[in-house]
């Protein structure tokens, strides 16, 4: 069904764009920045497709917004690299590496579909930029106790869900009673990304702290996932501790671990896709 769409969307993105595929040779970029984000409207989200004008924008920036389109090159590639290496007319700084990849990915998802449109007769390589890996980030008992003395008992007990539970953000946040099941201490994973059933286990810590909410509907937690991260952020700026909230889930890997808990058993109690994330 999916493929179909896809097939619909490009044929009559063609039959309401005739000329343009004979213009192919005085194609600008920014027209061509148009064209695609036209047609993907018809395949992903608008979120996506925002995010895609908003790295493309610093590629309309590095080449020229009436730059040919189809004659990009290899070089073409360096100049959008340096360009978002050096301190940018809007910003103070430069984009960090990861940001500069993202730059990359979407100029990559651009040239793929104007080569699969015949817009462009090849696809510049484009290789994404090394990172240094950052060290694996956990929690101490003792940065723990600095967090949950810094909170309020509300938000306390949402950190210590993540911690007993190595939940994701959005998964508690946008889980649901019904999806909840204390008798066999378990939740019911909403929007998980396989189609195979997943769950959160319930220890007695963990189900005591949600039958504290049990009058909280339709979900136990009723913070946006933006108000939970700067909740936690100034928790932490007051703890004096560095941490995100996915450091909670790692910090429950990290205590199963210290209890002698097999590390594939650990694996499978993430739903780590593999042992070797773990």
């Not at 306390?156 to 909840?180: F, M, P, S, V």
């Amino acid at each position: 069904e999916q493929i179909r769409k896809r097939i619909e969307a490009e044929f009559a993105w063609y039959d309401a764009n005739p000329h343009l595929i004979k213009e192919v040779h005085t194609l600008s970029l920014s027209k061509a920045i148009e064209q695609f984000a036209e047609a993907k409207k018809h395949e992903v989200s608008p979120s996506t497709i925002e995010r895609y004008r908003f790295g493309l924008k610093y590629v309309e920036e590095a080449l020229g917004s009436k730059s040919s389109f189809a004659d990009i090159k290899k070089s073409d590639i360096d100049k959008v690299i340096s360009f978002c290496s050096e301190t940018l007319s809007d910003s103070t700084k430069s984009l960090s590496v990861s940001s500069i990849n993202t730059v990359l990915r979407h100029f990559k998802i651009l040239l793929n579909w104007a080569y699969d449109r015949e817009l462009i007769e090849h696809v510049p390589p484009i290789k994404q930029l090394k990172m240094q890996k950052k060290p694996i980030r956990w929690l101490t008992k003792n940065e723990v106790k600095k967090v949950l003395d810094n909170c309020s008992e509300a938000f306390g007990d949402l950190i210590k869900i993540y911690i007993l539970t190595g939940a994701r953000r959005n998964e508690i946040l946008y889980c649901e009673w019904k999806q909840i099941d204390l008798k066999s201490n378990r939740i019911l994973l909403p929007r998980v990304k396989s189609k195979q059933k997943e769950y959160l286990y319930l220890n007695k810590q963990a189900k005591s702290i949600l039958l504290k909410y049990r009058d909280s509907t339709p979900r136990p937690f009723q913070w946006t996932k933006d108000e939970v991260r700067h909740e936690y952020a100034r928790t932490c700026e007051k703890a004096k501790v560095t941490s995100t909230i996915h450091d909670l889930r790692r910090t429950c890997g990290a205590r199963l671990v210290e209890k002698g808990v097999d590390i594939f058993r650990v694996s499978k109690f993430l739903r780590h896709s593999s042992v070797k994330v773990t």
